[in-house]
């Protein structure tokens, strides 16, 4: 599975913004993967912030995003997106989307990943 992440971009604190995440390759099985949104800061780990199983019906949120941003996902499209609300500047960073065999939190269970795409939350 190959994911192209797009969107970000320059965004002021309490803005919206929306990333998507296109999978390409073994598309057909695109349905079997959890996929997930993580972010990082230079010289830190990367952080989970949301994923959601691969029939769309659960999701899982960090606490640092909940009832802020929404992840969603469309298997007809091979898509996933991650609308985010209610911007603070210390969303800012880059973010990845990725996709697992396992229903998971932990960037080490996720194989593939997108190539990052850069969100600043300007105050």
């Known amino acids: 599975v190959q994911l192209q992440a797009s969107g970000g971009g320059l965004v002021q604190a309490g803005g919206s913004t929306r990333l998507s995440c296109a999978a390409s390759?073994?598309?057909?099985?695109?349905?079997?993967?959890?996929v997930a949104w993580f972010r990082q800061l230079p010289g830190e780990e990367r952080e989970f912030i949301a994923a959601i199983r691969g029939s769309g019906g659960s999701t899982h949120y960090s606490d640092s995003v909940k009832g802020r941003f929404t992840i969603s996902r469309d298997n007809a499209k091979n898509t996933m997106h991650l609308q985010m609300n209610g911007l603070k500047p210390e969303d800012t960073a880059v973010y990845y989307c990725?996709?697992?065999?396992?229903?998971?939190?932990?960037?080490?269970?996720?194989?593939?990943w997108g190539q990052g795409t850069l969100v600043t939350v300007s105050s």
């Open positions: 390759g073994h598309s057909y099985s695109f349905r079997r993967y959890t």
């Open positions: 990725a996709a697992s065999s396992k229903w998971s939190t932990k960037s080490s269970d996720y194989n593939y």
